[in-house]
Structures are given as C-alpha cells and as structure tokens.
C-alpha cells in the first residue's frame, strides 16, 4: 500500500501540468474566446468528474423514466462509447452494440418509445436529432458535462460516494478526468450508490443530494421470466464493467448466498469462446449465471452460445431527495421555457 502511494505521489507533476492545461480551457471557454452551442430545447447534462463508474446511465434512465410519467417527450444523446462508427447515428432495438455503444443500446431497450441517438459532436447531434423528432421537448445528454462546446440548460453532476470529487485527485495523480473546480458548472452534485441514510447538504455553496441503486428480481435473459429463487442454490456472477464488486455485492445479497465471481474489462467485448467457457464452468459446478442489463447487451447477439441459464439482475435508481431534486429541475425547466417563449 505505502509503496502504491509513493508511486502515485510521483505521478502529482503530471497531474499539475495538466490540470494547469484544463484551467487554460475552461478559461478559454468561460471568457467566450471558445463559443458554446446552446440547443432550442431543453436539455440535461448528466456527467461526472471521474474516468467511470458513478452510474450515469441508470441515472439517467430514472430521469427518462420520470419525464416519460410527466407527459414530456424526451430523447437522449450519447457518442456511443467503444462503438465501430463514427458519425450520427439512431439506435434501434435491433442495433448491435458495436456500432452504437452498449449504454444507448440498454437505454433503447428500456425506452423503445423514444429517440436514442449516438454522435461524438453533441452539436451535430442536437440538431439532427431535433430535424428528424421536431416534437422532442427535451434532451438528456450523457456524459457530456466535460464537453464545453454544449453549454446545458442544467447540469447535473455524479460521484461515487465511497470517494466523491473533492477527495479525490487529477490522473495520473487520482481518477479525476477534469479540475475539481470545474464542478462549479453543476447546478446539481448528486453522490451515487450511497447507503439509504447518508446525506450531504452543499459542497461550496451546490445542493448535494444521495442516490442509491434498487436491485430487483433476477429474471432470465431470453425470455424476462423472473427466476424462482428457490430453485437454483449455486450462481456465478460474471460482468464486464467499471466497478464490478459493486455489482458482486448486489448480486450476494439479492441471492442472499456467496457465488463465483468473474470480472471483465469495462465493455468488454464477449466472444463465443469466453462465453463458452463461462456455461461448462456454470454447468460443471451446477450453477447458473448471472450479470448486468448492460453486459447482456454485449452478449445477446453471440447466436452460437446456448444461454437459456443466464440471468440478469435488473437495477433502478433511487434519490433520497427526490422531491428537491425535481423542485430544481422543474424550476429550471420552466425559466428556460419562459426566456424563450415555449
């Protein structure tokens, strides 16, 4: 342990130096040296200060979820991480992950009923999006929040509870991917993943509000059957994401047993031979598998893998302040709509 941190110490130069070049931006930016495109419509940044693993797109399917129930029509936008294209492009629910990113695969899965678009230049995105769905009323912006060439309407920015943004340090120094100072754009800070009780008031003046994530009734992947949890006593959990003991946790105590566990790199592509070798481990041992909406994603066009015994442990956001959180949002929603005449 003495001897990582003495390493990482080592790296603090480098993480000065470019912490010095990301205050050279946002000044940039914030003088109008850089201009900013702000959209027509709406719209809600969801983003995080981190490299990954705060929970953005969960959240931001709470959020899709909720403006759905208020009678709005959102869309959302991504750049579709780790996809094989490049351009604009609308998800399908008949899309392959590899061209449009995993994440807004699962979101177009979740919400068939709206826009899911991927495009690296939010500006770009934004208009096409807005010339192909005229109606759209809003737009969820995902992990935008450090691209400065979108200027939001609101921002809402994310970061694990077990070591939010103002404990943590610049890479390679840390895992932040911008200045902690940048977190003064939020308009919102919401701390994720949290136990149900902890609250935070403010961080310099910012409301900061808790999340937590609600794990459901595994259900099996092919059919959406719920699982009897009687039936099976032996599972192997398996997943390819930022955080997977997070995941791991979940599943133990959902299945309220200890399991086999295997982590992957972060959209980690599976292959037949990994999936392979995943379900003779499961059937020798008896066990079944299981793993995140996301990872199935993934997997779910591997056609030469039987995977009738895999599972999936569906999740959902919860925000312990529910209420103020969507006081601020409405407020801002309605200001923007008042200043310009929608």
């Known amino acids: 342990m003495h001897v990582l941190l003495s390493m990482r110490n080592l790296l603090a130069p480098i993480a000065i130096v470019y912490g010095t070049l990301l205050k050279f931006r946002h000044w940039l ?16 940044c969801i983003g995080n200060l981190e490299l990954g693993g705060t929970g953005k797109t969960p959240h931001a399917a709470y959020f899709l979820e909720n403006f759905l129930d208020r009678g709005e029509k959102p869309a959302f936008l991504s750049r579709g991480y780790h996809r094989n294209t490049s ?3 609308l998800v399908h629910l008949h899309s392959n992950y590899s061209e449009v990113g995993d994440e807004p695969l699962w979101i177009k899965n979740q919400f068939p009923q709206i826009p899911v ?12 999006l807005l010339k192909q769905f005229p ?3 809003l737009v969820i912006l995902d992990d935008a929040f450090q691209h400065r060439s979108i200027k939001s309407t609101l921002s809402l920015l994310l970061t694990p509870g077990d070591k939010p943004f103002w404990k943590n340090k610049l890479v390679p120094w840390g895992s932040l991917r911008d200045v902690q100072s940048a977190s003064k754009r939020a308009q919102i800070i919401l701390k994720t993943k949290c ?6 008031s403010s961080y310099f003046g910012l409301p900061v509000y808790t999340s937590f994530m609600e794990f459901g009734t595994p259900y099996e992947a092919k059919t959406g059957k719920p699982v009897d949890m009687a039936a099976f006593s032996e599972w192997t959990a398996f997943c390819g994401i930022a955080k997977p003991d997070d995941f791991f946790k979940a599943c133990k105590k959902c299945l309220n047993q200890e399991l086999e566990t295997r982590s992957y790199p972060d959209h980690y592509a599976f292959t037949v031979k990994d999936l ?7 059937e020798k041992q008896k066990s079944r ?18 995977l009738k015994n895999l599972y999936i442990l569906p999740m959902k956001v919860k925000i312990l302040q529910e209420k103020e959180v969507w006081n601020q949002i409405f407020q801002s929603l309605q200001s923007f709509r008042q200043s310009n005449g929608i």
């Open 135 to 137: 109606d759209t009323t």
């Open 87 to 89: 351009g604009f492009q």
């Open 195 to 200: 136990r149900k009780g902890e609250v935070d």
């Open 289 to 306: 598998l299981i793993t995140t909406e996301k990872d199935w994603m993934r997997i779910k066009n591997v056609d030469t893998v039987d």
């Open 29 to 44: 930016y914030n003088h109008g040296i850089i201009s900013s495109y702000q959209a027509p419509v709406f719209t809600l």
């Open 276 to 282: 392979k070798e995943l379900k003779e481990k499961a």
């Open 117 to 128: 678009v991927v495009c690296e230049n939010r500006e770009e995105g934004i208009k096409t």
